[in-house]
């Protein structure tokens, strides 16, 4: 499912801000982007994230923030500056120059002075992003908790479709039974020209017909797979590849009833079902 969430921790002088990016993938992918002197941190927030969320691929940005600016600080290369004012000395001396070289004359050398990042208290980093991931996992569950209730709502009454539909199944199964005695019956005649039916034969032969085209089994079994599949849209655990399962399932026991089927309002359910649980295959595909 998708969702955003962000948050913010503070630590012992360290603040940091994570901000959170999902979108709908079959398993579980996690992808950090941290500044580099917090990467330290990433197996622990991989670990952070995966322990409350079970699918999809999710982007984590981590931010930190510093009281100076830009989270910078000045740095002096003592060495280089050092080897400057010798350098200026030697001039000095060379060509009869008055004065000894300044503060100010070695720190405008280039590589003396330079920006660097500040280094982070590990202790107190690792404390702030707990408080700001923790924040932002759980604005992505609220959000993600109101597109699955969506979810589920489409998903149930697409289920309750494929119910409707199997009971249809049912009702017309004994159907083409009968429209197979007559047909037989028919068919004898016109083979036999008028003589004596032998009704202990044509019954063995409805028998026979009524047992391959029976799909009591296959119903029952679809039944069972969509009171599962309800059960699971109603746990609080993730359920994105029991459903998926669930599906397969479906689809095994649709394809069998119209394999077995010599009905025409059998075939037409058969392939609005497997329509409508094509549906239902996409739908869960956002299901954690």
């Known amino acids: ?4 969430g962000a948050g913010r921790g503070e630590a012992s002088g360290e603040s940091l801000t994570v ?3 999902a979108v709908n993938g079959k398993f579980c992918e996690v992808k950090p982007r941290l500044p580099r002197e917090l990467a330290a941190l990433e197996p622990e927030l991989l670990k952070a994230v ?10 984590v940005f981590v931010r930190r923030e510093s009281g100076s600016a830009r989270g910078l600080s000045p740095k002096v290369d003592l060495a280089l500056a050092a080897a400057y004012a010798k350098a200026l000395r030697e001039l000095k001396n060379e060509l009869g120059l008055a004065g000894e070289p300044a ?3 070695v720190a405008q050398m280039d590589g003396v002075i330079s920006l660097g990042e500040i280094a982070a208290d590990p202790v107190a980093a690792a404390s702030a992003l707990q408080a700001a991931l923790g924040s932002a996992l759980d604005a992505l569950e609220q959000m993600r908790r109101r597109e699955g209730e969506a979810l589920a709502r489409d998903l149930l009454a697409r289920l309750a479709a494929i119910e409707q539909g199997a009971r249809e199944v049912g009702r017309l199964a004994p159907l083409q039974v009968e429209a197979a005695r007559e047909r037989l019956s028919q068919r004898i005649a016109e083979l036999t020209r008028g003589m004596p039916l032998d009704p202990a034969r044509l019954v063995q032969e409805v028998a026979l017909f009524a047992d391959r085209t029976d799909v009591a089994e296959e119903l029952t079994r679809l039944a ?7 059960a699971l849209i109603a746990s609080d ?3 994105g590849r029991k459903l998926e399962f669930l599906v397969q399932e479906v ?4 394809n069998t009833i119209g394999s077995k089927s010599q009905h025409a309002g059998i075939a037409s359910q058969v392939v609005d079902l497997k329509a409508e649980l094509e549906r239902v ?7 954690e």
Do not use: C, W, Y
Not at 251 to 254: H, K, L
């Open 237 to 239: 655990l993730p359920a």
């Open 251 to 254: 689809n095994r026991e649709i």
């Open 50 to 59: 995966k322990a409350r969320v079970s699918r999809g691929v999710i982007d």
């Open 103 to 105: 503060v100010n004359d």
């Open 281 to 287: 295959r996409e739908q869960i595909q956002n299901v």
């Open 224 to 230: 069972s797979h969509l009171e599962q599949a309800r």
């Open 1 to 4: 499912m998708t969702g955003f």
């Open 19 to 21: 901000e959170l990016r």
